[in-house]
């Protein structure tokens, strides 16, 4: 069954924060794309092996949905998922949490395209990659 899973964990510094005081935008960023390259190897495709075979993904699209401020001192934890997979493309959402209350903080939708590292051009996922991805996804709206 697939599930969401654990990406990143860290904490929010103060050098992190802007001068509302909360965790700035490029911060939200920061730890989604942190994110996004670790569960590639959460789910057993990690990058390395993916340019072993001459392919690579670049992110074509992201959207963040802001919902609760994160401070300097709270710990966050940021689970993630691919909710649909393509022939060319896949979609993965992340959702940062406060890891202490499990409170949603922050949710980020991306569209990665897969690409060939010889030609720099998208390209076909590999059916095997499609596969073993296809394992993987779960309903964006799922807990």
Same mark, same amino acid.
């Given at each position: 069954?697939?599930?969401?899973?654990?990406?990143?964990?860290?904490?929010?510094?103060?050098?992190?924060?802007?001068?509302?005081?909360?965790?700035?935008?490029?911060? +939200?960023?920061?730890?989604? $794309?942190?994110?996004?390259?670790?569960?590639? /190897? #959460?789910?057993?495709?990690?990058?390395?092996?993916? %340019?072993?075979?001459?392919?690579?993904?670049?992110?074509?699209?992201?959207?963040?949905?802001?919902?609760?401020?994160?401070?300097?001192?709270?710990?966050?934890?940021?689970?993630?998922?691919?909710?649909?997979?393509?022939?060319?493309?896949?979609?993965?959402?992340?959702?940062? +949490?406060?890891?202490?209350? $499990?409170?949603?903080?922050?949710?980020?939708? /991306? #569209?990665?395209?897969?690409?060939?590292?010889?030609? %720099?051009?998208?390209?076909?996922?590999?059916?095997?990659?499609?596969?073993?991805?296809?394992?993987?996804?779960?309903?964006?709206?799922?807990?």
């Amino acid at each position: 069954m697939a599930a969401w899973l654990e990406t990143c964990r860290s904490t929010v510094f103060p050098w992190n924060c802007d001068f509302l005081g909360h965790m700035n935008v490029r911060w +939200y960023a920061h730890f989604f $794309d942190d994110a996004g390259w670790h569960l590639w /190897t #959460v789910v057993g495709l990690p990058q390395s092996k993916l %340019r072993e075979r001459g392919v690579s993904l670049v992110v074509a699209q992201t959207k963040t949905d802001f919902i609760h401020e994160m401070r300097a001192g709270e710990l966050l934890v940021v689970r993630s998922a691919f909710t649909h997979v393509g022939t060319k493309s896949i979609r993965h959402v992340a959702k940062l +949490y406060n890891a202490d209350n $499990d409170r949603l903080s922050a949710k980020q939708e /991306t #569209v990665e395209v897969f690409f060939d590292l010889g030609t %720099r051009k998208s390209s076909a996922m590999p059916d095997d990659i499609r596969a073993h991805l296809l394992r993987h996804v779960v309903p964006p709206d799922a807990q």
